[in-house]
């Protein structure tokens, strides 16, 4: 069964850090573009950052561009989200999702497996 597993979400201050974990089973993850989507409460799910099967080139949204870094590990199936100097802003449910290419992070339907998303808090 296919399956994305999103994990390492969590409470916590402003100005911390957090990895999140994007975990897949059922099938690999090396020949899928990546990324990483997230919603808050009452707003429209936006794209955060999406990282390329080929060249592993990476993309992000200003807000999150110089605090957030996607990544993968082949060998554990597997795409993280190191995210640092976190602000309340960045609370929201954070998704991850496979698509073909980084075409645009705009383009939720372009993408075709989800994750049940993990919660990130940030607060005092």
């Known amino acids: 069964q296919v399956q994305l597993v999103e994990s390492g979400g969590g409470l916590v201050q402003p100005g911390g850090s957090l990895r999140l974990s994007c975990a897949a089973s059922g099938f690999t993850l090396d020949y899928y573009a990546i990324g990483w989507f997230r919603q808050a409460p009452g707003k429209e799910r936006e794209g955060v950052s999406c990282i390329s099967s080929s060249d592993g080139s990476t993309y992000y949204a200003d807000s999150v561009k110089g605090r957030f870094t996607i990544s993968r590990d082949n060998a554990k199936n597997t795409v993280y989200l190191q995210m640092n100097s976190l602000k309340p802003e960045d609370t929201a449910v954070y998704y991850c999702?496979?698509?073909?290419?980084?075409?645009?992070?705009?383009?939720?339907?372009?993408?075709?497996?989800w994750g049940q998303g993990t919660q990130v808090t940030v607060s005092s």
């Open positions: 999702a496979t698509t073909n290419y980084c075409s645009g992070l705009s383009r939720l339907y372009e993408y075709h497996y």
